[in-house]
């Protein structure tokens, strides 16, 4: 699997899904998720749970990643000039990528190669990851919010959060792990979580995303407590850029 993994890359067999957020209130698009799947020669499309980590552990999450960021700023500016105009992309990002020159380097290097707008750029960083050397996080991330791009904080709730570091973090959107969706609206305790989680980050400033949203009674739900935007199958699953074109479409 890792010598299979080391030739991923140079063999093109990684690709980008994309997975649409969508304005509640609207309906209407409010950027995509760009998700990394692996088209392995013999064993079909792995998904990223499955290599990642191994890719995290043998440090090929550095070339992987910076390609990450490339193509998915590459692919957002077509879609742009296609007449997306508006279109915001998110890109996930590693531990190990989010050092002080790795970062900047890939994001500089990718917005600079496809000619995308740093406004149109979202980085995620899960909350675990941001609450690592918190100080850290606060100075790197604001460097680079300097030149526009906008930060998230993925999977929010299942790590351990200082509220006094989050506030301090140049952070724009906040996106509610799946894990809390998963039984609304039927479990009080959950949804009174999803409730509090939605007015401290509004009181914040920040957007929320509802991720995982498949049934119409958690949208329903997403939209009594005043959600932003929603991230689910219920609108579509990831799709690859032919089938995201053809979903773009019908908007
Ligand atoms: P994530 O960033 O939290 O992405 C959301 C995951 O939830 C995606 O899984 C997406 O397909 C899935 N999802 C979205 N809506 C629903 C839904 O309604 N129901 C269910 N059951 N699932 C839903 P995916 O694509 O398998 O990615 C898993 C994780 O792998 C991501 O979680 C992210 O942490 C990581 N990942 C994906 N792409 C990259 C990448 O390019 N770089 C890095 N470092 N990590 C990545
Ligand atoms: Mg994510
Ligand atoms: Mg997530």
Redesign the pocket.
Known sequence: METDLRHALDRHELELYY?PKIHLASGKIAGI????RWNHPEKGLI???AF?PLAEETGL?LPI?KW?IQEACRQTRAWQKAGMTDLQVS????TQQVQPYTLMESIVGALTESGLASESLVV?LTESMAMDDPELKIELLNKIKASGVCFSV??FGTGYSSLSYLQRLPITELKID?SFIIDLPDNKDGGAIVSAIVAMAHSLGLKVVA????TQAQLDFMRTVNCDII????YS??LNKKDFEIYAATL
Not at 211 to 214: A, P, Q, S, T
Not at 231 to 234: E, H, I, M, P, R
């Open positions: 997975q998720e760009a998700l990394i998904s990223p749970d990642i999450i990643g990450v890109v996930n990002v590693s995620e993925d999977d799946r991720e995982g949203i498949e991230q689910g199958y219920f699953k990831p």
